[in-house]
């Protein structure tokens, strides 16, 4: 299937590793051109090197933060006119709401809801000009269903998620879609640093768990990244302008409701 969208420029956000380089390299497939971001340059320049390899797209790889007004400048500086933008960034840490303080809620706040409104607001007077646009968020199945040791997750996540909503509807007539990708357990560096964190807990090995959470799921087994990637792209397609204000929840049927 064609999604149409050869030829067009993304910015995809904390991309070196795990579900951010999944999307990367599933949108180098259709043609996009890749502006890519993290902080680590040489992780980065690994993997824009993998996708060019792989896809003989063009890559740019723009090492930095993307939390801080630094990071977001150097993206925009060198996509300045993104057709598609995937917002994605490292999650909060685990851990007791009691121990975390002000300043733990605030860099989780400005990582995981403000820079992704930050970057949406760059980016998204210019895509309704150009009467398209494609953003997609990477959230978390816990908008849904609340993960309890990942607090500070799940409120930024879900304060993007209520931002996304109302501003989703107001730009769709514009042919820009602004929707959001739900993760449930995928096989990243994410995924096994949460088992770590249980195992060290529980003193239990890091293999038990993760087999564990695997048996949990209805699907019988942890994600794919290049799953979640095809499905981004699938979001990216032009023929997907009808879909706008979504929450796609990719968990393997965890979430357990007659609708979701």
Do not use: Y
Request: aromatic content about 4%; charged content about 20%; overall charge positive.
């Amino acid at each position: 299937m064609d999604f149409g969208i050869k030829g067009k420029k993304a910015i995809v956000c904390a991309s070196s590793k795990g579900l951010g380089r999944a999307c990367a390299l599933a949108l180098a497939r259709e043609g996009v051109e890749l502006v890519i971001t993290a902080r680590t340059a040489s992780d980065l320049e690994a993997a824009a090197a993998m996708i060019r390899q792989q896809t003989g797209a063009k890559v740019t790889a723009v090492a930095g933060d993307i939390s801080t007004e630094a990071g977001r400048a150097a993206a925009l500086a060198a996509c300045p006119e993104p057709d598609i933008l995937v917002n994605n960034n490292g999650g909060p840490p685990h851990g007791d709401f009691r121990e975390w303080t002000r300043e733990d809620w605030i860099k989780a706040l400005d990582g995981n809801m403000l820079t992704p409104i930050f970057l949406i607001k760059a980016v998204v007077d210019g895509m309704i000009a150009r009467k398209f646009g494609r953003i997609v968020n990477i959230t978390s199945a816990s908008v849904k269903s609340p993960i309890p040791n990942l607090g500070m997750s799940n409120g930024a996540r879900a304060g993007l998620t209520g931002f996304v909503a109302g501003l989703a509807r107001q730009v769709a007539r514009h042919n820009v879609t602004i929707n959001n990708l739900l993760p449930g357990p995928f096989l990243t560096d994410r995924l096994r640093s949460g088992a770590t964190h249980t195992a060290q807990q529980q003193g239990r090995s890091v293999d038990d768990v993760l087999a564990e959470r695997a048996k949990a799921s209805p699907a019988g087994r942890v994600g794919d990244p290049a799953e979640f990637g095809d499905a981004c792209a699938f979001l990216c397609a032009a023929s997907s302008g009808f879909i706008v204000g979504q929450n796609l929840l990719l968990d393997g049927g965890a979430f357990n409701s007659s609708m979701s």
